[in-house]
């Protein structure tokens, strides 16, 4: 069965740090592009962050560029998301997904994860 | 406030069509393919439609999607009530290099 679970979500005080994990089953993650999208308490989805198949290239939402960094583990399926210097409006469900091709350069998160919560206290 | 503009609900009885609209520009609706997401409370979202109208093995014929210009709608037609969720359209957007999600919309099935 294709799934990806995340854990690391916690309360975590303002300008701390935290790493999020995503491990993946039923497929190998570097045959697809990763991505972690965010949702707040009552709002919509945000992306945050994609890595490439190989992960040689990385992107950011310019709300987190800088304070966030993006990797995978291969070895372990896993894909990751460190978070430094945390800010109240990064509480959020942090969602990993999986992007899949579906031609003439088009993607769309076909798999996600359960989510998990990351609270930050002031 | 999101790059993508959804009305933020929307609703109908069941057996009713529906249709949910997503305003972006040429950046983004106007240069890349469509996708809406269905999310239930306390749920992950799931993809429901891709490539602007193409529809993931397991959705019902009953949800379709159409795209013009710098627009997208998401139609459902013959509403049931568990059609009840949120629904969100997204795309790549050049000028951000990023993906964007239209705000959301509340269905409810009355």
């Known amino acids: 069965e294709v799934q990806l679970v995340e854990s690391g979500g916690e309360l975590v005080q303002a300008g701390g740090s935290l790493r999020l994990s995503c491990e993946a089953s039923g497929f190998i993650i570097t045959s697809f592009w990763m991505h972690w999208v965010r949702q707040a308490p009552g709002k919509g989805l945000v992306w945050v962050s994609r890595?490439?198949?190989?992960?040689?290239?990385?992107t950011y939402a310019d709300s987190v560029k800088g304070r966030f960094t993006i990797s995978r583990d291969n070895a372990k399926n896993t894909l990751y998301l460190q978070m430094n210097s945390l800010r109240a409006e990064d509480a959020a469900v942090y969602y990993c997904?999986?992007?899949?091709?579906?031609?003439?350069?088009?993607?769309?998160?076909?798999?996600w994860g359960q989510g998990t919560m990351i609270t930050v206290s002031s | 406030q999101s790059v993508l503009t959804q009305p933020p609900s929307a609703s109908g009885t069941p057996g009713q069509r529906v249709t949910i609209s997503c305003s972006g520009s040429s950046s983004n609706i106007g240069s890349d393919a469509v996708n809406w997401y269905q999310q239930f409370p306390g749920m992950a979202p799931k993809l429901l439609i891709y490539n602007d109208n193409q529809r993931p093995s397991g959705v019902p014929d009953r949800f379709s999607g159409s795209k013009s210009g710098t627009s997208a709608s998401l139609a459902i037609s013959g509403l049931q009530s568990e059609d009840e969720a949120d629904y969100y359209c997204a795309t790549w957007d050049d000028s951000l290099d990023g993906w964007v999600f239209g705000g959301g919309t509340k269905l409810t099935v009355l």
């Open positions: 890595i490439n198949s190989d992960g040689s290239s990385t």
């Open positions: 997904a999986r992007s899949r091709y579906y031609g003439w350069g088009n993607y769309g998160f076909d798999v």
